[in-house]
């Protein structure tokens, strides 16, 4: 499947020979996200996530559905998601129909700005729609205000929050 949309890009479905320039968007994705922490790592983390992405990408691609962004003409990739359609249990508390899962959508900042997120979340959500989800979720980080921004834009309300407390606080005696 796939869909040609804005500025001569198209998005498809990943396939094993998207190994290499997966591995290298996930790793841009994971120091995009890690930019933003507050500790510092001495780049142990980084390489033990290639190396996870070197022995599990290939079963990631084939159990999931795993969506490229790229020119149509160039070749020239824009960025990727990762879907999945999840069958919760029947006594889920907020509802037992299925529920299409984002768990990662990244534009390339140097491709940001030309509504790619925008068309490719569309997409995303259409798809995930057509395979018979609900409901939909992403998780986003809170200081990603541009990308917060636009699933509110899309539609998404605010479902759960996340809390994280750092160990070399001291919380507060009263």
Known sequence: MALTRRNGFFIRQATAKDREVLTTLMLDFWQFNRAHYSRVHDGTALKAYRQHLEESLQEV???DEMWIVEGQSTKDVAGY???RLFQPPPYE?????PVGIIDEIF???SHRGQDLGKTFLRFLI???KEKGAVHIR???YSWNTGA???YQNLGFKVFAYS???EGNNTPPEK
Do not use: K, V, Y
Not at 93 to 97: C, F, L, T, V, W
């Open 126 to 128: 259409r798809t995930l």
């Open 163 to 165: 809390w994280e407390w």
């Open 107 to 109: 534009i390339l900042p």
């Open 148 to 150: 917060n921004q636009l």
């Open 61 to 63: 691609i084939r159990q």
């Open 93 to 97: 508390d907020n509802g037992a129909e």
């Open 138 to 140: 992403l998780a986003s």
């Open 81 to 83: 998601a990762r879907t």
